[in-house]
């Protein structure tokens, strides 16, 4: 469950977030007057013309004009668990995961939801999902948690494929069946078969990776710890770091509109913006907005970016980002 220099043209800028482990405990929020700048959001996603977020306290906001109002979405039941992520399965369907394995699906898009999964035996947040083809879905988390589904997230199985255990963070594939996640310890797998079968690749970092994504069939590339960020030019079997000028923790990405490249955020007000082969284009730190955990691009003229101070809009806040 998500700096930014220039499209040549004004961003508007959303915080949401501290990092998903470090939840809040904020008063209720009224309804009838939503300060969404004091809730912590995890992570962000835009479906179909909806801006939908999560985070602390099974928060779920939604926003249909780019983050200048939200509203809460109804959740059946509520809980005041944290949700660490969220994805689309499909344009109606979406799913959100958190802590106590606690999985909520929308079939409106993201407007209601309803508990498919809780578990508060142990605690244990999930930390992802993800779905190439609407139907069949993974999510993922910590302590190597994986859990598969083959009708579009309404029931699960939990599967083994790391017996390390290691916490799994990020996950990405192909229709052609290449997938790679990632986690704690430089943990990366692939697999070749849509999932059936996993194989570890070669360490090449040993801290820890917080999300991976596909460039293209061989391009791929993962970020995390001290501002740590590699690429594969082919598909995995082997990765080069790319350098930038700082080492703060890398926690969110969004790939732009019209094949533009890809933005990183992360600690200290972060913002990294690559092309769409991954070359560095430019780094930069954006003063007062903390933490960066999450990051969405609606339009080609619209970037949003998710922290630690909650979400929030001005004129002070518009970031420049160009080619």
Do not use: C
């Not at 469950?1 to 405990?25: E, K």
């Not at 959740?75 to 660490?84: A, E, F, K, M, N």
């Not at 999300?211 to 740590?228: A, D, F, H, I, K």
């Amino acid at each position: 469950m998500r700096q930014l220099i220039g499209y040549a043209m004004s961003l508007l800028v959303l915080g949401t977030v501290g990092y998903a482990f470090a939840p809040r405990n904020p008063a209720p929020l009224a309804e009838t007057e939503l300060h969404a700048e004091r809730v912590q959001i995890n992570d962000m996603l835009t479906n179909s013309g909806l801006l939908v977020a999560v985070g602390e306290r099974g928060t779920i906001l939604n926003s249909a004009d780019n983050g200048l109002t939200w509203q809460p979405a109804q959740v059946h039941p509520q809980r005041s668990v944290t949700l660490t992520a969220v994805t689309a399965v499909s344009p109606q369907v979406l799913l959100a995961v958190g802590h106590d394995s606690w999985v909520v699906r929308s079939e409106d898009g993201g407007r209601n939801w309803h508990e498919v999964a809780y578990d508060n035996e142990l605690g244990e947040p999930l930390l992802g999902a993800w779905s190439l083809d609407g139907v069949h879905v993974t999510s993922f988390g910590s302590y190597g948690k994986y859990f598969e589904s083959a009708d579009a997230g309404k029931t699960w199985a939990a599967r083994e494929v790391n017996p390390d255990g290691y916490h799994i963070n990020g996950m990405d594939g192909s229709a052609t069946g290449l997938q790679i996640l990632v986690g704690e310890q430089g943990l990366v797998m692939r697999s070749r078969d849509q999932g059936q079968s996993w194989e570890t690749l070669e360490p090449f970092y040993n801290g820890s990776l917080f999300g991976v994504v596909r460039l293209s069939e061989q391009n791929w590339l993962t970020y995390g710890m001290r501002g740590n960020v590699f690429i594969s030019k082919n598909a995995g079997d082997s990765w080069q770091r790319i350098e930038l000028n700082h080492s703060n923790p890398l926690y969110g990405h969004v790939l732009l509109p019209e094949n533009a490249g890809l933005v990183l955020v992360g600690a200290d007000g972060t913002v990294d913006q690559l092309d769409a082969n991954g070359t560095l284009i430019q780094t930069g730190r954006r003063s007062g907005l903390g933490t960066l955990t999450s990051v969405v691009a609606p339009t080609a003229r619209t970037l949003l970016v998710g922290g630690q101070h909650g979400v929030f809009q001005g004129a002070q806040s518009a970031l420049a980002v160009g080619h």
